[in-house]
T-cell receptor, first 118, second 110 residues
């Protein structure tokens, strides 16, 4: 099956610093990548959608200047949490989809990154 | 508005006790219905994609079925390692994003 990796798996940082999370599709080219946030015992909340080479589309209520998303290639997307604060502490999960045709409809998820801001 | 409802919220089974999880959906034109398994502290793991009513897919002890209004995930003779949260999601033709249900938390006891 298709594999999506994330790095790092866990990060602890001080308030005010920036943190970058990488998401890679290892065995397929991802035309579209997604970033989610998940709070304990809750479902996934979509933060933004990005297509390779285009600016990301952010969901309502998500600050685009705080959560910078770059989808520079068909296998790599990055999420940078700028000037992180304790309320940004959460579980961040990326997802990737190959295309829009029927065989490429499935989204595959990465293992997630646990961010703790002190 | 596209919507997904999963039931039950939680399910406790004895090892070997078969059961079914339900996913009811409303969507304006179904592109696909997806089942995922999520273990604590991990990202969702893909299980099945279903595209049209009448379609069925199987993998080991799991079987997913689809009608025009709902999908079932049947678990046959579950084992403790099947314990996880099972997520259902749909994607409609009018949107680029998945709409998730709140999940069913399954616990299988030996």
């Amino acid at each position: 099956g298709a594999v999506v990796s994330q790095h790092p798996s866990r990060v602890i940082c001080k308030s005010g610093t920036s943190v970058k999370i990488e998401c890679r599709s290892l065995d397929f080219q991802a035309t579209t990548m997604f970033w989610y946030r998940q709070f304990p015992k809750q479902s996934l909340m979509l933060m933004a959608t990005s297509n390779e080479g285009s600016k990301a589309t952010y969901e309502q209520g998500v600050e685009k200047d705080k959560f910078l998303i770059n989808h520079a290639s068909l296998t790599l997307s990055t999420l940078t949490v700028t000037s992180a604060h304790p309320e940004d502490s959460s579980f961040y999960i990326c997802s990737a989809r190959e295309g829009s045709g029927r065989a490429q409809e499935t989204q595959y998820f990465g293992p997630g990154t646990r961010l703790l801001v002190l | 508005e596209d919507q997904v409802t999963q039931s039950p919220e939680a399910l406790r089974l004895q090892e070997g006790e078969s059961s079914s999880l339900n996913c009811s959906y409303t969507v304006s034109g179904l592109r696909g219905l997806f089942w995922y398994r999520q273990d604590p502290g991990k990202g969702p793991e893909f299980l099945f994609t279903l595209y049209s009513a009448g379609e069925e897919k199987e993998k080991e002890r799991l079987k997913a079925t689809l009608t025009k209004k709902e999908s079932f995930l049947h678990i046959t003779a579950p084992k403790p390692e099947d314990s996880a949260t099972y997520l259902c999601a749909v994607r409609g033709y009018n949107t680029d994003k998945l709409i998730f249900g709140t999940g069913t938390r399954l616990q299988v006891f030996p």
